[in-house]
């Protein structure tokens, strides 16, 4: 079966995922999870779509009990390299997210940086995902998640905002066009794996309306739901979504 365009890009990817931008707001956003958690350290953790364990870490460094889930067994054992590095033991596991094993074991589950949500090829895919995570959860529990913005290309320019981003020996997003009937964005990713081979990508993944989350989740069954602008490091309920909020923090309660 022919890999879809997120198997290929993380199947070498560990070490140099750490380095690109939108990795670099862990301890702001480790920070917003604890008060979200009224930082009370007997609450189960569940990572879906944990990468390189970037949150999962940290949070175990601050007493949590995490428990990380990914598709790519490439980003998993960079997580695991780099937790036992840290002197910590977390339980990383090899699932899709879209049929986990799970049932009613977590208070909390987080899917950050477009943890899996919103990467699949279609909308049912991207619903599995949030039924899996709503199954893996306890009766009264908490989804923190990020998600891209679909307001934002209603008003700025894919192009313009990558461009933008780009640095020197990380990933480059270029070519993007949005389809304004499906909110998804094609575009092409150029990168290098670990070993040092140059690859190009073409991508696409579905942009949201704040609107279609909130129905989402009001047919899984969550009483309580807030959607705030997602900035990078700096995750806060007092930043209301804008247009030019490239992505949005959802917070849904059960």
Not at 43 to 68: F, P, Q, S
Not at 111 to 117: A, I, K, Q, R, V
Request: charged share 30%; net charge negative.
């Amino acid at each position: 079966m022919r890999k879809q365009w997120y198997e290929s890009l993380f199947e070498n990817y560990g070490q140099k995922y750490d380095n690109e931008v939108f990795t670099r707001g862990t301890i702001g956003e480790c920070d917003f999870i604890e008060k979200e958690l009224q930082f009370n350290k007997t609450l189960k953790i569940l990572d879906v779509g944990c990468g390189t364990g970037r949150h999962a870490i940290e949070l175990t460094k601050r007493g949590y009990n995490v428990a990380g889930i990914d598709l790519s067994e490439s980003q998993l054992k960079r997580a695991k390299e780099k937790a036992k590095s840290a002197g910590l033991s977390i339980d990383f596991q090899h699932q899709d997210a879209r049929n986990l094993s799970f049932d009613s074991e977590f208070d909390v589950v987080i899917m950050l940086c477009e943890g899996g949500f919103s990467l699949m090829e279609t909308d049912e895919m991207n619903y599995e995902i949030l039924k899996n995570v709503t199954k893996s959860l306890k009766p009264q529990a908490k989804l923190i998640f990020t998600t891209s913005n679909g307001l934002f290309p209603l008003y700025h320019s894919l192009d313009e905002f990558f461009a933008s981003e780009a640095e020197e020996g990380n990933s480059m997003c270029k070519e993007n066009k949005f389809d304004f009937m499906t909110f998804r964005a094609h575009d092409v990713v150029d990168f290098e794996d670990d070993s040092g081979n140059k690859k190009t990508l073409e991508c696409n993944e579905r942009y949201y309306v704040p609107s279609e989350i909130t129905w989402l989740l009001k047919s899984l069954g969550y009483k309580t739901i807030g959607i705030f602008g997602a900035r990078l490091g700096e995750f806060s309920r007092e930043h209301t979504l804008r247009t030019n909020d490239f992505e949005m923090l959802v917070i849904a309660e059960k």
